[in-house]
């Protein structure tokens, strides 16, 4: 069972950055980030295939995201910018055990998930 540990949740303003890191135990597959907010489904963030060669983003987040893995660390990524209000939500890290290079877009293709991190955007 691969542990994932999500980091560098917080509060703040509208139009700020902020950094998600996520911890794997073990190094498998490809890796994405959703999101959940109050009420709604969990959507697609980002993902990043198994080598790092190959990354793919929600249209809602395209610009403004983007999504890197250092393997030595077994540590994936998050980097946001120009938050907006609507960018609040819980952030989850997933894992796919397959070593693919596609990146996944849908929460069945992950096999490992983590506890997540509130991104909270205030005006």
């Known amino acids: 069972q691969v542990q994932l540990v999500e980091s560098g949740g917080g509060l703040v303003q509208d139009g700020a950055s902020l950094r998600l890191s996520c911890a794997a135990s073990?190094?498998?597959?490809?890796m994405g980030w959703f999101r959940q907010a109050p009420g709604q489904e969990r959507e697609f963030v980002a993902a990043i295939s198994w080598s790092g060669g190959t990354t793919g983003y929600a249209d809602s987040v395209k610009g403004r995201v983007n999504i890197s893995r250092d393997n030595a660390k077994n540590t994936v990524y998050l980097q946001m910018s120009s938050l907006k209000p609507e960018d609040t939500a819980v952030y989850y890290c997933a894992q796919d055990r397959r070593r693919t290079e596609i990146p996944r877009r849908n929460t069945y293709n992950y096999d490992y998930w983590g506890q997540g991190t509130q991104v909270t955007v205030s005006t």
């Open positions: 073990a190094r498998t597959g490809a």
